[in-house]
């Protein structure tokens, strides 16, 4: 990890917007009256999904991913203007809070202005055509890093943006040069001292894939050299087992634990139940209770906790990325348990303690439940009962 990222960070909480699908408006300004709101449940940082214009050129669905960006310096216009942006942003930092942006710099929309501004800044595939490395990925084009004048027009990006930002999560951060981003880190804490980075770090059957086809793909441990955070994907398909396979928990209590021995003394992991890419807790835990300890489990883990926008309102339909698709917001209402869970992470053992975690594999079933076949509602049911045979044991420095 950064040497410089403050422990304290883990008793963060950070609250993910997608801005198209957040209101039935789809705009900054429609979003900015929902900060109280957002802010109640205990939210210390914002991070808005993608905010720039989208390519047309091979796009996906009517309105496009987020994530295939056609300019990295201009907003996109069906949220609003660059003076309404900038007016979020204040808002934000108004109520106590840090605004963070997405940042998509391993690959841009077929027809974005890079590639029509500086084609040689691209992968090329034998044939000389413009291609990617990950084949259904198929409304985007591959950035060429190999290109240094590359590298000084999105760091000079990063900084504009860091006008009014207070970070950036990184998309597949691990596919884009290391010293890339220690250089950028360096060159933007000039501009905005503090920046935050979270690195959307991948899971390990993708790097392996990665790796070998001779492509870039970054550990962990070696991303934590340039961000404060990682996502937790290096554990996640043992939560999704422990979900399903009632063997599955002691496991994932032992990965848990060895992340205390694998990453520098002050990683921070951001710790999700669901995010834009995973399906909602609400759709993997119809359990109402059973998910409610799931959340509690969650935020007592070390590291950022998130809630992806809806998840308060139990929202159990993940927004499609490519159309317009607003969240359901007629689910019931557990920000309070969030907002709790915000006020108990303020003690400082979530910053200096050392976690624990046992897991016992008994399961015991609800009366009159069915064992159910795997991934089925009753057996996911059945084994998030398990919860309770977890125990966490945080120790002070």
């Not at 993708?206 to 961000?227: I, K, P, T």
């Amino acid at each position: 990890m950064a040497k410089d990222t403050p422990v304290s960070l883990r008793q963060e909480t950070l609250y993910c917007i997608f801005v198209r699908q957040f209101t039935k408006e789809g705009t900054f300004s429609a979003a900015e009256r929902e900060l109280d709101r957002v802010h109640a449940l205990g939210t210390d940082i914002v991070w808005l999904m993608p905010i720039h214009p989208l390519g047309v050129k091979a796009r996906k669905g009517l309105l496009g991913s987020p994530y295939a960006i056609r300019d990295y310096r201009a907003v996109n216009p069906e949220f609003g203007t660059l003076e309404d942006f900038i007016h979020f942003c204040g808002a934000v930092h108004d109520r106590g809070m840090k605004v963070m942006i997405d940042v998509v710099y391993n690959h841009t929309s077929p027809d974005s202005v890079l590639a029509a501004a500086h084609p040689e800044w691209f992968y090329h595939k034998p044939d000389g055509s413009f291609g990617n490395h990950v084949g259904d990925w198929s409304d985007i084009i591959d950035l060429d890093y190999d290109q240094k004048d590359l590298w000084r027009y999105q760091i000079d990006t990063l900084k504009y943006w860091a006008q009014w930002v207070d970070g950036f999560r990184c998309d597949v951060a691990p596919m884009v040069p290391l010293d890339f981003w220690l250089q950028a880190r360096q060159e933007v804490a000039e501009i905005r001292p503090g920046c935050l980075w979270l690195s959307e770090s991948s899971e390990p059957d993708f790097h392996v894939y990665l790796r070998s086809r001779g492509h870039c793909s970054h550990s962990d441990a070696e991303e934590y050299q340039a961000f404060d955070m990682c996502y937790e994907y290096d554990i996640y398909r043992d939560f999704l087992r422990a979900l399903t396979d009632e063997t599955a928990l002691a496991r994932y209590a032992e990965k848990l634990n060895l992340q205390e021995s694998t990453f520098p003394e002050n990683y921070v992991k951001l710790r999700y139940l669901e995010n834009h890419d995973r399906s909602r807790s609400a759709f993997l835990i119809p359990d109402e209770k059973a998910r409610r300890n799931w959340i509690v489990f969650n935020a007592l883990k070390k590291g950022v906790m998130m809630i992806y926008n809806g998840q308060e309102r139990s929202a159990a339909v993940k927004p499609d990325l490519f159309n317009a698709d607003p969240i359901d917001w007629s689910g019931e209402d557990i920000s309070p348990l969030f907002r709790r869970l915000s006020e108990i992470r303020r003690d400082p053992v979530f910053a200096h303690g050392i976690f624990r975690c046992r897991g016992r594999c008994s399961l015991r079933r609800s009366p009159g439940r069915g064992s159910g076949s795997a991934g089925s509602s009753a057996h996911r049911d059945g084994a998030l009962r398990r919860i309770s045979r977890f125990r966490m044991e945080p120790m002070r420095n």
